[in-house]
């Protein structure tokens, strides 16, 4: 069964950094993509990063230049956040995708006060 565990979150002000991470029971390579999603209180859950395993990586609107996703070419997976801002604030989950199969971690909180 496939696992996901997501750990780093926490509370920050705006401007500052976190890094996420998510370590998976598989290697990156087994999925056809890992990366990150969100979800703020009362909305849908939005794409905030994605590493395909053919392609680009690409970034939801309201986070590219600001974060970054990486991996460390084996099981973990890493979103670095910088200068964040309040509208950052979300549950944020670790996502890996294989074909039509997806699987999810648990979630962490990031809360950014101003």
């Known amino acids: 069964q496939v696992q996901l565990v997501e750990s780093g979150g926490g509370s920050v002000h705006a401007g500052e950094s976190l890094r996420l991470s998510c370590r998976l029971s598989?290697?990156?390579?087994?999925?056809?993509?890992v990366g990150w999603y969100r979800q703020a209180p009362g909305k849908q859950r939005e794409l905030v990063a994605v590493?395909?395993?053919?392609?680009?990586t690409k970034y939801g609107d309201s986070v590219g230049g600001r974060f970054t996703v990486s991996t460390d070419s084996a099981n973990t997976i890493y979103l670095q956040m910088n200068n964040v801002k309040g509208e950052d604030t979300a549950v944020y989950f670790c996502?890996?995708?294989?074909?039509?199969?997806?699987?999810w971690g648990q979630g962490t909180q990031v809360t950014v006060s101003s």
């Open positions: 996502h890996a995708a294989y074909g039509a199969l997806n699987y």
């Open positions: 598989l290697s990156v390579y087994s999925f056809t993509g």
């Open positions: 590493i395909p395993s053919a392609g680009s």
